[in-house]
């Protein structure tokens, strides 16, 4: 089922998209073209993990994050960034392009929804926890990335650097590690990978901050993007698309 929320007439709607369709709530049916698109729920916490695709690592010239240095002995882990709230934006949103900046490129990547609290579960039964998945778009500008040891905020952290959507797809994806990633800009095709490829899966991943930290129903987690960034700019429109899960397309403006 994909779920997703809208504004049409004037009224905020709960909506299913079925076959081309919205329906909102009362069955009645609306052109996805003609609506506002909002964020398909309330995110909680959204807790980003860099570099889970080693093709993606070796594009930039780094090292698997959690890689220990030859000769040392210990348990490698995922790395971790925080996702803040302020940029997140629903399908269609503008995305603002800072005035100045040399290199910013999209992200696709498929994000995970929490459905119940989650405290020290393990792999095997992580994603029993799961409500449902979406896309996101985990925008970047490489000009503020200059410490990779410290946590890009101003570079991922900007307002409307978070497209989410459009829906949140509940008890359709069987496996989430088979799953296809592409990304378009203006219609080409710039980025494709596998969720089979990741660093550490969905249920590791789930395991792993869990362990430390309360996941709560609508945390989102981000799991990585694979290789193929590449440059976008004022004028351009991306459209992300993870299988099973729709489209997710933003327009790109200069900030005023």
């Given amino acids: 089922m994909k779920l997703c929320r809208f504004l049409a007439k004037g009224r905020l ?3 299913v ?5 919205l329906l909102d709530e009362a069955g009645e049916a609306h052109d996805p073209e003609g609506v506002t698109w909002l964020l398909p729920f309330t995110p ?6 860099a570099l889970n695709y080693a093709d993606h690592a070796e594009e930039l010239g780094l090292s698997r994050p959690g890689a220990l240095p030859e000769g040392q002995t210990g348990i490698a882990e995922p790395a971790l960034f925080w996702k803040p709230n302020n940029s997140l934006l629903p399908h269609k949103g503008v995305v603002r392009y800072p005035k100045g900046a040399e290199y910013m490129h999209y992200e696709v990547e498929l994000a995970v929804v929490v459905g119940r609290p989650m405290r020290r579960v393990k792999a095997k039964e992580a994603l ?17 990335v200059s410490n990779t040891f410290r946590p890009p905020i101003r570079a ?17 994806v069987e496996d989430p590690q088979n799953l296809t990633l592409r990304a378009y800009v203006n219609g080409e095709l710039r980025q494709e990978g596998h969720t089979s490829r990741m660093l550490y899966s969905v249920a590791e991943l789930l395991e792993y901050i869990s362990e430390f930290m309360t996941l709560e129903p609508y945390d989102v987690i981000l799991t990585g993007t694979p290789k193929g960034i590449s440059r976008v700019l004022p004028g351009d429109v991306m459209r992300l698309e993870v299988q099973g899960l ?3 397309e933003n327009p790109i403006e200069e900030e005023a």
Avoid at 156 to 172: I, N, Q, S
Wanted: glycine share 20%; charged share 20%.
């Fill in 246 to 248: 729709g489209a997710l």
């Fill in 156 to 172: 991922k952290g900007r307002d409307t650097f978070g497209p989410l959507g459009p829906f949140l797809v509940v008890g359709e």
């Fill in 128 to 144: 029993d926890y799961v409500l449902g998945y979406t896309i996101a778009n985990d925008l970047v500008v490489r000009d503020y």
């Fill in 13 to 15: 709607h709960h909506g």
């Fill in 17 to 21: 998209y079925r076959e081309g369709v």
């Fill in 44 to 49: 909680g916490k959204v807790i980003g993990v």
